[in-house]
């Protein structure tokens, strides 16, 4: 999960840390900086433990000075979106996470079509929402998708036999220089839950352009519940997870595996193989990082 050079120790004592806090305020960052702040309130599985530096990063101005600054120092990092894909550790994070936000929540309809431009950190559900008032039909499947669009680009998200990929057309994203690029989607190898527009992979998604198909809004409302009444039937959407931990094999269900192997309902400290489905490890309250990873 983390990006960056992991041999280097950061900000492992107070001196470190405000030589690290005056070489931020150098870079003059309209965005807020936060200093050991737990990362729980940060991920789905609610798990994790304090992060040195978060940054809710505001603008596209800020993560053109931040990516650089980071490579330089060659900081431990990581960016998060809704956290709805990953398991945080326990331990303290000595580094910094980058969590984007203001600027990043954009939604710019084009006019006279069914195409929208979405910043990175719009949330999934607030996309489809919007979709549904404009009826633009596709991707109502985003509704029970607890991520950002950034997030759902890097994991190409998607359910009910519908992917992101399928209806973006074109990115904006950053590379760790701070340099913008705008690139049509066919460059980046979308595959079942892949892509190479992620963070990891030292690319940063900063908008998104889809096009969507234009449908009766009342149509397009009865998909979107769908999605949604299907999700409240069959998943425990109800207790923290990150959805379904692993990916389906070719032709098969890890949740049938899973079952099959007689793994539902196990538990772990104060983690849980969810007995309503199998793919998914619930917190049962207070869960380790170590519980979830012992159950994986
Ligand atoms: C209840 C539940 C149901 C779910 N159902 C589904 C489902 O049906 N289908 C599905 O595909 N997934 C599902 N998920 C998993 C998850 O919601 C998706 O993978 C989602 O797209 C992750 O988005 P995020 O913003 O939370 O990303 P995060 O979890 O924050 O990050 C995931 C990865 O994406 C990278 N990333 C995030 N933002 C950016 C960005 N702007 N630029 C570059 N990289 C970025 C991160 O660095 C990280 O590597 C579910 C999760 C939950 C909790």
Redesign the pocket.
């Known amino acids: 999960?983390p990006h960056g050079n992991l041999d280097r120790p950061s900000m492992t004592d107070e001196s470190e840390n405000s030589e690290w806090s005056a070489a931020l305020k150098d870079l003059e960052l309209r965005s807020r900086i936060r200093w050991n702040e737990s990362l729980k309130r940060f991920?789905?599985w609610r798990i994790g433990g304090p992060s040195r530096c978060l940054i809710d990063v505001e603008t596209e101005e800020d993560l053109a000075k931040l990516l650089p600054f980071i490579k330089k120092n060659e900081f431990q990092w990581?960016?998060?979106?809704?956290?709805?894909?990953?398991l945080i550790h326990d331990r303290i994070w000595e580094g910094v996470v980058l969590h984007?936000a203001g600027d990043f929540k954009s939604w710019k309809p084009q006019k006279g079509s069914a195409g929208v431009s979405a910043g990175?950190a719009l949330a999934?559900v607030t996309f489809s929402q919007r979709c549904v008032s404009h009826g633009w039909s596709g991707m109502e499947?985003l509704i029970?998708?607890?991520?950002?669009i950034?997030?759902?680009?890097?994991?190409n998200?998607?359910?009910h036999g519908g992917e992101t990929s399928e209806f973006l057309k074109s990115i904006r994203?950053m590379d760790l220089e701070g340099i913008l690029h705008q690139d049509s989607c066919d460059a980046f190898e979308f595959a079942y839950?892949f892509s190479k527009?992620?963070?990891?992979q030292g690319?940063?998604?900063v908008s998104a352009y889809f096009e969507l198909h234009e449908k009766d809004p009342q149509q397009v409302k009865h998909a979107l519940l769908e999605c949604q009444r299907f999700r409240m039937e069959k998943?425990p959407?109800n207790q923290p997870?990150?959805?379904?931990v692993f990916k389906n094999p070719p032709n098969d269900y890890a949740a049938r595996l899973i079952e099959l192997s007689k793994l539902k309902g196990k538990i772990r400290g104060r983690a849980q193989i969810s007995p309503k489905h199998a793919n998914f490890i619930v917190n049962l309250g207070d869960a380790s990082s170590d519980d979830i990873l012992w159950l994986m």
């Open positions: 999960m991920n789905t990581f960016l998060i979106g809704k956290g709805s894909n990953l984007l990175a999934d499947f029970g998708i607890p991520g950002t950034g997030g759902a680009v890097a994991t998200a998607g359910a994203w839950r527009l992620d963070a990891k690319r940063i998604v998943q959407y997870s990150c959805g379904s």
